[in-house]
C-alpha cells in the first residue's frame, strides 16, 4: 500500500454562524470568525489516495487525473467564492472547516475509486497555525 | 543604515470592483477578483524599517514597539474583516493590495517615524504566487 | 472522527546532556548539542485533537480554548527560556526533543480533554530537518 | 513509543517510461514526464523512524547517526545523478516517485534496525504540490 | 511607483559545462553539477514588474496578463525539458542560474513594456539555499 | 551586474543586555529576551554577493567556495554556541541581531573579495517574524 497526497489551493470568503442563533450567540461561540461582513482564507487543500502499486506503471493514480478530479469537484466550485452563499456542497452546513473536510472528502470520494484508488485523507490548512484532517 | 522586517498576518475578506463601473465591466478587468459575494485571503504583512545603529541598545527600534504599531495602526482594523467594507483608511479606494499596501504605508509612517526610525518599504504577500511592494 | 492541529512557537536554550556523565561522555553521545554554554531553537510546536463533530456547531474543539491552554500549559513556561534550567515539568529529564514532546502531552492532555476532546499528538519540530512525533 | 523524523534533500533527473512501450505509449501515459530528454527535481526525503524512549540517553536514535546512513546509503547515491541511468538501487523499476520510495526503503531499513529503531515511513515531496508516502 | 511580483515554477534537468572544455576541465569547475548523465531542479521563477499606480484600476499590472506572458514566454519552454538541449533562449549559453535569469528577462522584457509596466528584477530560486537575482 | 545569494543555518543560544546595566534595566529594555537563563534561536543566514558575470563560466562566484567561506568564516564559530560567551567576533557587541549582522559582514567581506566578487547583503532571519538586513 502507498499513498499519494496532491495539493491544490483556493482562496474563498467565509463566516461562521448558525441560522437559528442571535448574532450575539454566533459572536460568543465563534468570536471574530463569526463577523457578518465575512473574512476570508487562502486555504491549502491536500488530498491523500491510498492503493497498492499497480504492477505496470508503478503509480497509484495518475496524478493529472487527480489533479483533474480535484479541479473540477472542488476548487471550480469553492475558489474565490462565498463558502456559505456559494458552494452547492456546503449548503446546510455551518461553514466551519470540519464540515468543509467532511464535504469534500464527500465529493471527492467517488471519482477516486473509479480510477481504482481509495480516498484516504483530506487535510485542509485554514492558516500556517490551523488545519483539520479526515479520514472518512 | 541597518533595515529591519517585521511580520504580522491577517485574514480578510475583499473584492475588487468601482462602484462606477457595471458588474459586467468589473468583471472583465477585474476576473474572479470581483465576484460580488466576496473571496478572501491570509495577507502576510512585512513592514521593513531602517535606522542607524544607535550606539546604546544596538538595535533600529524595538521590535515590540514596532509590533504594537502594526498590530494597533493595522492589524485590528484588517484581521477578520472585508476590506471593502470596514476598514476606514481604505475608504473610498479600491481594494486592490497595490492600493492596500499605500494606505498602509500611510497609517504607520507618523508612529514608526515617533520612535525615531524611518520606514522603508511595505510588503503584502496576498497568496503565495503574487506580492506587492511599496517603498513610498 | 476528525482531528485539528494547532500550532504555536516558542524560542528556548537547552543542552543535551546526563549530570551522571562527564562532560566528555556527554559530547561523545550528544556531540556538539550538549555544549555548556547552551544553544537554542525556534520550536514549531503542533497540538492535534480529535474528536467527533458535535452536531450543534460543526468543530471538534474551540480553536481560541485549545490555543488558550497551549499558551497557558506550555508556551508561557518555555519561550525565551532555558529548558533544562527553567522548565518545572522538565526537571530531572534530559532536555531531548523526545522528552520534551512526552512531558507537554503530560502538560496538555487532562486540559484537553475537559474541553471533551481527545490529545491525538505531539509533534516538535527543532528544526527544519529535525522533529519528533509522540502519540501517548 | 515515539516517532523521530529526518529530512534530507538531493537534486536529480528523471524520466518516467516503460522500456517496453514506445515512445508514444510512455507520452500517452506519463505525459510530459516522459520526455526523452529529461527533466529533474528537487527531492525532499523525510525518513521516520520508530522507537521505545531508551531509558538512559532519551532519545530514539542517535539524530547524527540517522543523517549518515540516509546520506550514505541514499543521498551519496541519487544527488545530482539520473535516476534512470545511474542509481544501482532503481535497475529495472520505473523512476516513479512511487518506486524511489519503495526501493529506499529497502534500502535504509537493515541499517535502521541495527542502531535498534523501527523504520516507519519514508515520505519523497517532488514538488511543493505532489508527495509519497510508504509504510513498509 | 509600486512594484508587484509573480512567482511561477518549473521543473527541469540542466548541466553546467562549455563545450570547449574537456569532462575533466568541467568537473573541476562546476563539481558534481557537471555530471554528463544530468541532473535536476524545481526552479521558482520571480519577476517583479513596478510602475506607477494607474489612477482608474488601482493595479501595477493585470495579473491574469502577467501570468499568461510568463506562462508562454518561458513556462511552456521550460518546464519538463532539458534546459541544455531543448531551450531556444539558452542555445549557446553555458546552463547556470546566472545565464538563465539573464536570458528570461530579455524574454519577457518587451512583452511587459507593452502592458504599460516596467520590468524590474528576475529571481531565480534553485534550491532552498541557492538563488540568482538579475535587475537588467 | 547579477546578484548571487547562499543561505546558510545555525542554532544559538544569545541574551540580550549591556554589562553596565542592571539586569532590571535589561529586562525594561530587552524585555524577555534579557533572560538570564538564556534562550535561543535557529537563525538563517542569507548572504548576497554580486558581480559582473564572468565571460567564461558564467557564474558571479563559484557557490561552492561561497559556502566554504561562510562555512568556515561564520557557522563554525556561532552553530550550537553561545553568542554572547564563545563567538570571537561579537566580543564586546551586544548579542542583537543587527549587531550579529555587522559583524558578520566584516568576518566575510574580505574573503569574498579575494575570489572577486563583493559583498552586497547580510540577512538574518531570527524568526519567520523578525529579520535584519544590512548592505555595508
Known amino acids: 500500500m502507498i499513498y499519494l497526497t496532491r495539493r491544490e ?4 470568503a467565509h463566516r461562521m454562524f448558525r441560522q ?9 461561540v465563534f468570536g471574530k470568525c463569526s463577523n457578518p461582513n465575512w473574512h476570508g482564507h487562502n486555504y491549502d487543500l491536500y488530498v491523500t489516495v491510498k492503493g497498492e502499486l499497480s504492477d505496470k506503471p508503478g503509480f497509484v493514480i495518475n496524478i493529472d487525473t487527480l489533479k483533474q478530479i480535484i479541479q473540477e469537484r472542488v476548487i471550480h466550485k469553492v475558489d474565490h467564492k462565498n463558502i456559505n ?6 449548503k446546510g452546513r455551518i461553514a466551519t472547516t470540519e464540515n468543509l473536510a467532511v464535504a469534500i472528502w464527500d465529493q471527492l470520494r467517488p471519482f477516486i475509486e473509479k480510477e481504482g484508488a481509495l480516498l484516504h485523507c483530506i487535510r485542509i490548512e485554514e492558516t500556517e497555525n490551523n488545519s483539520i484532517e479526515y479520514y472518512g
Open 20 to 28: 437559528d442563533w442571535s448574532d450575539e450567540e454566533n459572536r460568543k
Open 85 to 90: 452563499l456559494e458552494v452547492d456542497f456546503m
Open 9 to 12: 489551493r483556493f482562496s474563498a
